[in-house]
């Protein structure tokens, strides 16, 4: 499975942008889709994730009511609308597919996933 991001970029604080990420290859075997974000000296941290059958989705708390994750079943492309955005939002935002099963808490870990995208730049200016 190949995993491509796009969409990132430079906003203002309350700005938004929307992300996306189109599957290739093996998709089939793929079950959850998930996004990730990393700032500069920090770890790696969850943000988003779908199932792609029945599209469940799962939120980190500091994102609820301002970002939104999708999917697009027939495109094999999973979105993240953000609104909202802060500044402590900027990161590189990576999405990731997961192959496996698990509860639904656990897709929150980034080893859980099996394929990673290269990273998508997303700056929030105060």
């Known amino acids: 499975v190949q995993l491509q991001a796009c969409g990132g970029g430079l906003v203002q604080t309350g700005g938004f942008l929307r992300l996306s990420c189109a599957a290739s290859g093996r998709t089939f075997s793929s079950r959850v889709m998930g996004w990730f974000r990393q700032a500069p000296g920090k770890e790696r941290e969850f943000v988003a994730a779908?199932?792609?059958?029945?599209?469940?989705?799962y939120y980190a708390d500091f994102v609820k009511g301002r970002f939104t994750i999708s999917k697009d079943n027939a495109k094999n492309t999973v979105y993240l609308q953000m609104n909202s955005l802060k500044p402590e939002d900027t990161a590189v935002y990576y999405c990731a597919a997961s192959d496996r099963i698990y509860f639904v808490s656990s897709y929150v870990l980034a080893p859980k996933y099996d394929y990673w995208g290269q990273g998508t730049q997303v700056t929030v200016s105060s």
């Open positions: 779908i199932g792609w059958a029945r599209g469940i989705t």
